[in-house]
Nanobody
Framework: QVQLVESGGGLVQPGGSLRLSCAAS????????MGWFRQAPGKEREFVAA????????LYADSVKGRFTISKDNAKNTVYLQMNSLNPDDTAIYYC???????????????????WGQGTQVTVSS
């Protein structure tokens, strides 16, 4: 059974940085694309970033492009989300997810992911 465990969330001031980690156990991590999504209070879950199974191709939401970087370390079974220049609009619970198809491309659609972590809270406030 696959498990995803996020970490690295917390409280940060506007303009600050955080790095989220998502450690995977279970099925072969290196064979699957990974994604990050977030959900703010009262809002629907939204796509943040995705990376393909090799770790070469990435995809970002327009709202985070240029500020966030997704990366994948297949040797450590971990995907990261480096978040810079954070602002209060980035406040949300952040979830990592694993795509359902082997050797699939990155995708922004939540329906293409079938394993989800429990989430980690990110709060951007002064």
């Amino acid at each position: 059974q696959v498990q995803l465990v996020e970490s690295g969330g917390g409280l940060v001031q506007p303009g600050g940085s955080l790095r989220l980690s998502c450690a995977a156990s279970g099925r072969s991590f290196s064979s699957y694309a990974m994604g990050w999504f977030r959900q703010a209070p009262g809002k629907e879950r939204e796509f943040v970033a995705a990376i393909n199974w090799t770790g070469i191709s990435t995809l970002y939401a327009d709202s985070v492009k240029g500020r966030f970087t997704i990366s994948k370390d297949n040797a450590k079974n971990t995907v990261y989300l480096q978040m810079n220049s954070l602002n209060p609009d980035d406040t949300a619970i952040y979830y990592c997810a694993q795509a359902m198809r082997i050797a699939g491309s990155n995708t922004r659609f939540a329906r293409e992911y079938n394993v989800w972590g429990q989430g980690t809270q990110v709060t951007v406030s002064s």
